[in-house]
């Protein structure tokens, strides 16, 4: 079972490198990296991640998943479940996610997360699950001011970074667990708090080209299945998902209630 151990740090270049060296140095799972502020955060795709002081949550946590590495999917997208949950159920937001790994509220990113593994042979030595959430800033650098947001913009409420990591922590463990054991019943959860998970219109950048379609839920590995105009269903493995058509916030239609058992 993971349990958490803290280490907290003022200034970091990004707690994923802080993450990734100490996992390197035989750190065990469960080993958790939070920082006040991140000087180099970063996002996937080679973007970078604003990190203010104070202002969000950067938190990373070494696992090491006994799964191989093309089982590892569903560990990713744990962390999307967790946090989406968190949102919804402590903090009353109509968090949404996106597929992979985006959660968004009325449309605007909230959270992203990068997770980052080594691996040996086929299975993973380690991962680092690396959390940002948006979490007091009122406002945002004028480059992503239309499509970011924070908990204080959507919920005029005060919170700080620790409070809402608290929160999330028990449903990190609780997913990523539920991902390695029973990995079909974290991706229905997965669909169910997306709103573009089945008969969204959508187009997809990816190293292997564009494609363009209409979503149709993830395959049990987690890749997004996406059918094109012809019938073809593609399963897409990483690349950027872009809605077409109708904003995000018009197509919510997910329940804010606990996963059902
Ligand atoms: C994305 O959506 O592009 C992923 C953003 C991930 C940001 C988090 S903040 C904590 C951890 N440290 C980093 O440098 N990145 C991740």
Known sequence: MLGFTFLRFDTVSSTNDVARELAVAGEAEGVCVIAREQT?????????????????LYLSLILRPPVSAVDSTPITLAAAVAVAETLRLEFHTNADIKWPNDVLVNGRKICGI??????????????????????AQPAFPQ?????ATSLFLETGRTVQPEEFAEAMLPRI???YETGISQAA??????????????GCPVSIESADGS???TTRGLTATGALIVET???????IVSGEVRVRGAAIT???TGSAQPEKE
Do not use: C
Request: hydrophobic share 35%; net charge neutral.
């Open 114 to 135: 990068l997770v980052e593994a080594a691996i040996e042979g086929k299975r993973i030595q380690y991962a680092v699950m690396g959390i940002g959430v948006n979490i």
């Open 40 to 56: 180099a955060g970063r996002g996937r795709q080679g973007r970078s991640w604003s990190s203010p002081p104070g202002e969000g």
């Open 185 to 198: 019943r974290l991706i229905a959860r997965w669909e169910e708090l997306s709103s573009t998970a089945h």
């Open 229 to 235: 105009s012809t019938g073809e269903r593609r399963e």
């Open 211 to 213: 494609v363009e379609g």
């Open 143 to 147: 480059q992503i001011d239309n499509i």
């Open 250 to 252: 018009e197509r919510f």
């Open 173 to 175: 463990q609780h997913w």
